[in-house]
T-cell receptor, first 114, second 115 residues
Framework: DGGITQSPKYLFRKEGQNVTLSCEQN?????MYWYRQDPGQGLRLIYY???????QKGDIAEGYSVSREKKESFPLTVTSAQKNPTAFYLC?????????????FGPGTRLTVL | RKEVEQDPGPFNVPEGATVAFNCTYS??????FFWYRQDCRKEPKLLMS???SGNEDGRFTAQLNRASQYISLLIRDSKLSDSATYLC????????????????FGKGTKLSVKP
């Protein structure tokens, strides 16, 4: 089955710890994205990558880091510098920057900082 | 003006009703438009793309008015399973310093269909 997987589904972290969220896709998409969603809010873009070994900051990149060493994988690290990390994190992939730029989402990771 | 603006609702309608959602966007350079559906505590799922000529998919009809920078979604014969939050989504467009293909998501309109 083609799709996007994220793990873990739920993650609990103590303050001061870094955590890494996994995102894998087998849709052969070039572009991958990370968003966070807070209750009652729209999705906000954290980082995106249009091609392997390249990524760009989105609107709220502070306190986060990413890598894109393989086309299929785009892990997100939430560092201790992120002041309010509790949120629903969504990974997406898509065909890129043309007009056919629909994005498809993984099931998300709920991160709670204790 | 917010980049993508939607009425948050909730829209409470009986089964079988017709309901319409509207959305406005601020960047006239946007060229791609979508409606996504998000169930509670789940990921957004693409419902349909929105084309200039308008398009229909079963009970769902999407319309685009570029002059007014306005997108609509019409749901006919509402089902209980249509209960969800509907997200209006547009691409940033060429005026954006980053990537024009990146998407901007509205906060969503909540629909509740009652028996």
């Amino acid at each position: 089955d083609g799709g996007i997987t994220q793990s873990p589904k739920y993650l609990f972290r103590k303050e001061g710890q870094n955590v890494t969220l996994s995102c894998e896709q087998n849709l052969n998409h070039d572009a991958m994205y990370w968003y966070r969603q807070d209750p009652g809010q729209g999705l906000r873009l954290i980082y995106y990558s249009q091609i392997v070994n390249d990524f760009q900051k989105g609107d709220i990149a502070e306190g986060y880091s990413v890598s894109r060493e393989k086309k299929e994988s785009f892990p997100l690290t939430v560092t201790s510098a992120q002041k309010n990390p509790t949120a629903f994190y969504l990974c997406a992939s898509g065909g890129g920057q043309g007009l056919q730029n629909e994005q498809f989402f993984g099931p998300g990771t709920r991160l709670t900082v204790l | 003006r917010k980049e993508v603006e939607q009425d948050p609702g909730p829209f409470n309608v009986p089964e079988g009703a017709t309901v319409a959602f509207n959305c406005t966007y601020s960047n006239s350079a946007s060229q791609s438009f979508f409606w996504y559906r998000q169930d509670c505590r789940k990921e957004p799922k693409l419902l349909m793309s929105v084309y200039s000529s308008g398009n229909e998919d079963g009970r769902f009809t999407a319309q685009l008015n570029r002059a007014s920078q306005y997108i609509s979604l019409l749901i006919r014969d509402s089902k209980l399973s249509d209960s969800a939050t509907y997200l209006c989504v547009v691409n940033r467009g060429v005026n954006y310093g980053g990537s024009q293909g990146n998407l901007i998501f509205g906060k969503g309109t909540k629909l509740s269909v009652k028996p």
